[in-house]
């Protein structure tokens, strides 16, 4: 071959690969430098409010990941699940998954308030929620990274939605790969992005029929580790109250680091959806699972990776949605007398709790 063209060949081969690996998909359209110019101090006065709420309230970190998590399944990271019920809402706070267990929604509306003195109408709320898991991961000991920016909020909320795409604490191995498939992620993402259990509280209500009754068999979960049997079923005897809280992770419960992983080696997830990624047996998340444990770097990388790629899920961007003023209300809404729509017609959909 004359040695020109194969030059011409070769260039033109490498073009292709670096079109075709440049990021023209969705998550091209957020940015880390967003409010560079607009709002340059946003993720330290996020950082302050959750730094002193923290010294008071460890678990806020925790449940500002979570928060994260439950937007971004539903419509998207669109800050969807902060819309409270108005005659024209039907909140996703009232979905199975939300109602009474998430947290923090009061911090949420001072983190907006301190956001809005600095930079009035230009950070959305979906764009806190995504700083404030970075920022919590952080203040917990765990990996920071650059937050890609400039999501909008939507106009729109969807119970049952929430109802349908948030996996239940009881869901399976096959379930939990469906629900995270469905949302574009693979296994590495699961069980990557399951680490974040290694902060953070669950109820009695999540976990007890593990304790007592699992699968309607009448006895234990089997896969239970028995010391931590008798631990989980000291602090929540068979029909006492369901709001009682246990670590997520035994071991350190405020710090997030990958001992939720050696956990699950030794049998000891809180959940039956955690402990699923290990004992399931011949499947491919056990060797992620023991890779993740022998190596924290490792997963402090992966989870990075995908939690970007969580908040990218159907984000709104450019002239679409809006940067809510009041994280609770779509922007000009009558928060009055005709607020408060019923839920009846909401509940149909099927909770996986
Ligand atoms: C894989 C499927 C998952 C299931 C079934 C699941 C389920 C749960 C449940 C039932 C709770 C306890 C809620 C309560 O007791 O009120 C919880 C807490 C938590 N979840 Fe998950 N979760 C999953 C994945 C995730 C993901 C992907 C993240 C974030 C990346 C996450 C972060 C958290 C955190 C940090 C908490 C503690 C919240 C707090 O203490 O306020 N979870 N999860
Ligand atoms: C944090 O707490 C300190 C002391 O209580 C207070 O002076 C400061 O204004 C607080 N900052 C924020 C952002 O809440
Ligand atoms: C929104 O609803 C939550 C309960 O889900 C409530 O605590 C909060 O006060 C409401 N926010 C506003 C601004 O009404
Ligand atoms: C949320 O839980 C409360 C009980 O704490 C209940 O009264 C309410 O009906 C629940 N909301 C929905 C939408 O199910
Ligand atoms: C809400 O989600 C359901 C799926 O659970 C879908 O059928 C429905 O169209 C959605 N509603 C709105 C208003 O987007
Ligand atoms: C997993 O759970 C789903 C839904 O509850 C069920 O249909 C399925 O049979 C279960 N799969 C396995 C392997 O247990
Ligand atoms: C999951 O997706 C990431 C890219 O987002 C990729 O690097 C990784 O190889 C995938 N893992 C699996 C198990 O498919
Ligand atoms: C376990 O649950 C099933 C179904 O709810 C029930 O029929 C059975 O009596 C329970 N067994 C025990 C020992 O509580
Ligand atoms: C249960 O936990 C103990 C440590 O408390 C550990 O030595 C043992 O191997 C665990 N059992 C199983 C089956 O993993
Ligand atoms: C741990 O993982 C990191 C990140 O992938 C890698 O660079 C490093 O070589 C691994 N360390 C060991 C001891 O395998």
């Known amino acids: 071959m004359n040695p020109s063209l194969h030059l011409t060949v070769t260039a033109l081969c490498c073009l292709?690969?670096?079109?075709?690996?440049?990021?023209?998909?969705?998550?091209?359209?957020?940015?880390?430098?967003?409010?560079?110019?607009?709002?340059?101090?946003?993720?330290?006065?996020?950082?302050?409010?959750?730094r002193n709420v923290s010294k008071t309230d460890p678990r806020i970190l925790a449940s500002f990941i979570r928060l994260?998590?439950?937007?971004?399944?539903?419509?998207?990271?669109?800050?969807?699940?902060?819309?409270?019920?108005?005659?024209?809402i039907v909140s996703e706070q009232g979905a199975f998954p939300n109602n009474n267990?998430?947290?923090?929604l009061d911090v949420v509306n001072r983190i907006k308030t301190a956001v809005e003195n600095a930079c009035p109408n230009t950070v959305s709320c979906a764009d806190i929620l995504a700083l404030s898991a970075e920022i919590s991961s952080v203040l917990a000991n765990g990996p920071d990274w650059k937050v890609p920016l400039g999501r909008r909020d939507s106009l729109t909320a969807n119970q049952s939605l929430a109802n349908a795409n948030l996996p239940g604490p009881s869901s399976n191995l096959t379930t939990l790969k469906s629900f995270f498939s469905r949302q574009g992620l693979n296994t590495t993402d699961l069980v990557a992005l399951s680490?974040?259990?290694?902060?953070?509280?669950?109820?009695?209500?999540?976990?007890?029929?593990?304790?007592?009754?699992?699968?309607?068999?009448?006895?234990?979960?089997p896969t239970l580790n028995t010391t931590y049997l008798q631990t989980l079923q000291a602090l929540c005897p068979n029909g006492g109250p369901g709001t009682t809280l246990a670590n997520l992770d035994l071991t350190t419960p405020n710090t997030f680091d990958?001992?939720?992983?050696?956990?699950?080696?030794?049998?000891?997830?809180?959940?039956?959806?955690?402990?699923?990624?290990?004992?399931?047996?011949?499947?491919?998340?056990?060797?992620?699972?023991?890779?993740?444990?022998?190596?924290?770097?490792?997963?402090?990388?992966?989870?990075?990776?995908?939690?970007?790629?969580?908040?990218?899920?159907?984000?709104l961007t450019g002239a679409?949605?809006?940067?809510?003023?009041?994280?609770?209300?779509?922007?000009?809404?009558?928060?009055?007398?005709?607020?408060?729509?019923?839920?009846?017609?909401?509940?149909?959909?099927?909770?996986?709790?």
């Open 101 to 104: 267990s998430i947290r923090g």
């Open 16 to 50: 292709v690969v670096v079109l075709g690996g440049l990021p023209f998909s969705s998550d091209a359209q957020l940015d880390p430098s967003f409010y560079k110019t607009s709002c340059p101090n946003v993720h330290s006065i996020v950082r302050e409010v959750l």
């Open 68 to 88: 994260h998590f439950h937007d971004c399944f539903v419509q998207g990271c669109d800050a969807s699940i902060l819309l409270n019920d108005t005659s024209t």
């Open 258 to 315: 990958s001992k939720y992983y050696s956990n699950l080696q030794v049998q000891k997830g809180l959940f039956q959806s955690d402990q699923e990624l290990f004992s399931t047996s011949g499947s491919d998340t056990v060797a992620i699972v023991n890779s993740f444990n022998n190596n924290q770097t490792l997963f402090f990388e992966k989870f990075k990776a995908s939690m970007i790629k969580m908040g990218n899920i159907g984000v």
């Open 195 to 221: 680490g974040a259990h290694t902060i953070g509280r669950g109820q009695c209500q999540f976990f007890v029929n593990r304790l007592y009754n699992f699968s309607n068999t009448g006895n234990p979960d």
């Open 320 to 353: 679409q949605g809006e940067i809510r003023k009041q994280c609770n209300f779509v922007n000009g809404a009558s928060v009055g007398l005709d607020s408060m729509v019923t839920r009846e017609s909401s509940q149909d959909g099927v909770s996986s709790y």
